[in-house]
């Protein structure tokens, strides 16, 4: 999954980026047009329970990969560098971090200011797109959803609260278009609101713009997520916060994008695999490799607490818990999959 991060300068976006990474990129840089980049591991117990047992020689937790985009430099938001709005268009999902820390600060309409960029971003390839199409006298079908789309933008309406059919989504996938990708909202607030949930008139705006917000105490999680792993829980507990910041995006982006993991496990390797909930057992095959998709013959199934419970794959065997599913079994979260092909 990979996950970027935007917002107005001074908002504290790389300070919220070290504290989900751990890492110490500089913050405060205002007059540098730099991209960061890191990756975590995905917490899984699950993996953890299964590499204790199987002992692999390597074990593998799914990933979030962070790109903390420079603001721009001037108000003129994401419309400073078309470099940068094309890498912004890669990602999966965008997280937009806004200033709650500051005396005077106004998170809500940063947010509008925000989500007005991604839209007139959006408008930019549409015409651009409708105009060569009109040009060319070609796609007819591509040329209505276009303008379906335009008609969206040109009211401020975000490409996200439309629906559109698995044919429409293909054609507009390859566009990229940053108000269609999920949203979620970083309230970035001061040390002395650390542990404290929304506003609810946070909460409101964003019931009403259907999206997912979560307040975090970016300065001084960021110093909880470079200590010792040991010393985090204890601090954690002293500034009245239940969960870590990490933890609590994580999950927030999961349910964002509804993602699940299904796992595989084996003496070479013990893995977690993301997918979207609903994905079938042979497009779930492809995330492994293409080959096994397109061989695709059949996938054993153990469910990871049915494992658990009869402590081996030859138990869980005499208990009748191993399965044999088609190719249109709907993968569940914490499957344990061997998938059979021939190539």
């Known amino acids: 999954m990979k996950v970027g991060l935007i917002g107005q300068r001074g908002a504290g976006k790389t300070t919220i980026f070290n504290m989900l990474t751990g890492l110490q990129a500089q913050v405060g840089g205002f007059g540098k047009e730099e991209v960061h980049l890191g990756v975590i591991k995905v917490p899984d117990s699950r993996v953890a329970k299964l590499a204790h047992i199987y002992k692999p020689k390597k074990t593998t937790y799914a990933e979030i990969r962070f790109t903390d985009f420079p603001p721009a430099e ?3 938001h994401l419309k400073s560098s078309n470099a940068i709005i094309t890498q912004m268009r890669e990602v999966d999902a965008i ?8 005396p005077g600060a106004d998170p809500l309409r940063a947010l509008n200011d925000l989500l007005t960029d991604m839209i007139l971003a959006d408008m930019s390839v549409v015409e651009n797109r409708r105009a060569r199409l009109n040009k060319e006298k070609v796609r007819p079908r591509e040329q209505a959803l276009l303008e379906r789309c335009a008609k969206a933008l040109e009211n401020e309406e975000s490409l996200r609260n439309l629906a559109f059919t698995s044919d429409e989504d293909n054609l507009l996938s390859g566009f ?3 108000s269609r990708k999920p949203v979620l909202v970083l309230f970035n607030q ?3 609101q650390a542990g404290k949930p929304l506003a609810p008139r946070y909460e409101e705006e964003l019931t009403r713009r259907g999206l997912e917000g979560l307040a975090l105490a970016g300065k001084v999680e960021m110093e909880v997520a470079q200590l010792d792993e040991a010393d985090r829980a204890t ?3 002293e500034i009245g916060i239940k969960e870590s910041a990490r933890d609590r995006f994580i ?3 999961y ?6 993991s299904f796992l595989t496990a084996g003496e070479d390797e013990v893995r977690a695999w993301t ?3 609903g994905t079938r057992a042979r497009a779930a095959a492809g995330k492994i490799h293409s080959d096994i998709e397109r061989g695709f013959i059949r996938a054993e199934v153990i469910a990871y607490e049915d494992f658990i419970a009869c402590g081996s794959e030859a138990k869980c065997k005499e208990a009748g818990k191993l399965r044999l599913e088609g190719k249109d079994y709907v993968v569940q979260d914490g499957d344990i999959v061997h998938f059979r092909f021939a190539v």
């Open 190 to 192: 001061g040390d002395d």
């Open 275 to 277: 997918i979207t909930e």
């Open 74 to 76: 001037s108000d003129d």
């Open 255 to 260: 349910r964002l994008l509804n993602l699940i």
């Open 251 to 253: 999950r927030a982006s």
């Open 176 to 178: 990229g278009f940053l």
């Open 95 to 102: 997280a937009l971090v806004l200033n709650e820390f500051e």
């Open 235 to 237: 601090f954690l507990r």
